[in-house]
């Protein structure tokens, strides 16, 4: 049964283990806030998809048949499993807690992230922080990483980012340099300067220039 037949189902069997639990249609309702009749429509409609016949009727009680005792067990173990999940999520508390791995640039790091953790920390005691300062791209899957702040214009293909300030790029000389070779004044003079870039990516050695 492919899913999308199976999921509207679901709910139909919840509703079938409670009305065995109960012994009853009415009562069973009455536990849902639903009514009789409404429930007696959900085990026809389980019964119809299953193809055998799950209860026995009587007027005055209800009784399991043989294919809807093993269906019945099944079932049962899919609402205690529901159950269980939603005991899990119960554990987690409104406060984050835990373990953050952060990628991000060595100088942004340095000089924008660094100033800010010692309040962040203060704020949110039960997080701790691992911040990788490198410059390489990083996988965040094959890497672990949570988050990665980067220096870019858009974010990588299958990722979502966000904004969260604007970085410009300056060429740099020291007066010493800038006396001996002369100041470039188009960055097609740059073919005959020294430079110096961090070469850690390809990109790196491509410098774009803009008016």
């Known amino acids: 049964m492919s ?3 199976l ?5 139909e069997m919840a509703i079938f283990v409670k009305v065995v639990e109960m012994g009853s249609f009415s009562e069973a309702a009455r536990q849902l806030g639903s009514s009789p009749s409404a429930v007696s429509r959900s ?3 389980l019964e119809k998809a299953l ?7 009587t007027t005055r009680k209800l009784r399991l048949s043989d294919g809807g005792e093993e269906v019945f067990k099944r079932c049962q173990e899919m609402v205690n499993a529901a159950r269980t999940v939603m005991e899990v999520s119960g554990q987690f508390t409104d406060e984050p807690e835990g373990l953050v791995r ?3 640039p060595k100088a942004v790091g340095r000089i924008v992230i660094h100033p800010h953790m010692p309040e962040f920390l203060r704020r949110y005691p039960k997080v701790d922080v691992e911040l990788l300062l490198e410059d390489r791209q990083v996988d965040l899957i094959d890497d ?3 988050l990665a702040i980067r220096i870019t214009d858009r974010p990588p ?3 979502v980012g966000r904004r969260l300030l604007t970085i410009d790029h300056l060429l740099c000389a020291t007066p010493q340099y800038l006396a001996e070779h002369g100041t470039p004044t188009h960055p097609h003079d740059l073919l005959n300067h020294s430079c110096i870039y961090l070469g850690e990516t390809p990109s790196d050695a491509r410098w774009k220039f803009k008016k």
Not at 7 to 11: S, V
Not at 51 to 57: D, H, I, M, P, V
């Open 3 to 5: 899913i999308n037949l």
């Open 7 to 11: 999921l509207p189902l679901l709910g």
């Open 43 to 45: 085990i026809s409609r």
């Open 51 to 57: 193809a055998t016949r799950l209860l026995q009727r």
């Open 102 to 104: 952060i990628s991000v």
């Open 144 to 146: 672990h990483v949570d």
């Open 157 to 159: 293909a299958g990722l």
